[in-house]
């Protein structure tokens, strides 16, 4: 999973700061057709970036197929493509310099985060347990999912959305609501920080509701989100990472004490 997070924002910041526009149309495309022959459409700097996804997902392959498993990789490449579209959507945004309507960002941007990704890349090492019918649900967005992910976004664009205008990318969250409702930047918090509150209770609904699958895999989604409540509570600490510095010394380094 880590190194899946790892490509995912490698190619993130691709779209968002670096690739040419017409280059990035090609590198959709590799992805899209996912075979090491795509490569020969694309520059050389993408070359080596494509194959480094490859190369990544060929390595999880080899481990699922010890365990006879690696038919549920085809769901998480699936969503990777779905990501690096959305990547492209809002990257067409900013090179037309156009700032969409809230219902035209929202389900872009839920998707652009990565966590409907990463819920489901989570499932892959947790052996017997994630099953094809787990992957089915995780794979369709499931309203726990869904939560996870619109908590994520929305705490994001809340921290990030100075950062993303400085770089020139206007596609966050805030700027459309601003832009479409006329309301301030406060206000939009306000509006954002709502909505977090009750994904909250949506998910604690559905972590609380009876269910075919074991708490095992309810808990993917919830904890992807704990986690990215912490990066985002105080800040962007996922772009700016030395902010977490010591706790994650905390936690990884200093003894504890008894």
């Keep these: 999973m880590t190194k899946t997070i790892y490509m995912a924002s490698i190619i993130d910041d691709t779209f968002d700061a670096y690739g040419f526009f017409e280059e990035l149309k090609l590198f959709v495309e590799a992805v899209q057709r996912w075979d090491i022959g795509a490569m020969d ?3 050389e700097y993408m070359k080596v970036l ?3 996804l490859l190369d990544t997902y060929n390595e999880v392959e080899q481990d699922l197929a010890k365990e006879g498993r690696s038919s549920y990789l085809r769901y998480d490449k699936e969503k990777m493509q779905e990501l690096v579209q959305m990547y492209f959507v809002q990257a067409k945004w900013s090179s037309e310099g156009y700032v969409p309507t809230w219902e035209e960002y929202y389900p872009v941007g839920l998707v652009s985060g990565g966590y409907f990704m990463l819920a489901t890349n989570s499932f892959l090492g947790m052996c017997e347990v994630a099953n094809k019918e787990a992957f089915e649900w995780i794979s369709k967005n499931p309203k726990i999912s869904r939560a996870s992910s619109v908590i994520s976004r929305l705490m994001n664009d809340i921290v990030s959305h100075q950062f993303e205008q400085k770089r020139g990318h206007v596609t966050t969250g805030v700027e459309c609501y601003c832009k479409q409702h006329g309301v301030s930047e406060e206000e939009v918090v306000k509006v954002f920080t709502e ?3 009750n994904a909250w209770k949506d998910m604690n609904e559905e972590f609380l509701r009876p269910t ?3 708490v095992a895999l309810i808990e993917r989604p ?6 990215l409540e912490f990066l985002y509570k105080k800040g962007d600490c996922y772009t700016h990472s030395h902010a977490i510095k010591d706790q994650i010394a905390a936690v990884l380094r ?3 004490t008894i």
């Design 50 to 52: 494509y194959k480094a």
């Design 212 to 214: 075919a699958f074991p």
């Design 195 to 197: 909505e977090v509150e």
């Design 41 to 43: 459409i694309l520059p």
């Design 222 to 227: 919830f904890n992807i989100a704990r986690v």
């Design 254 to 256: 200093d003894p504890v």
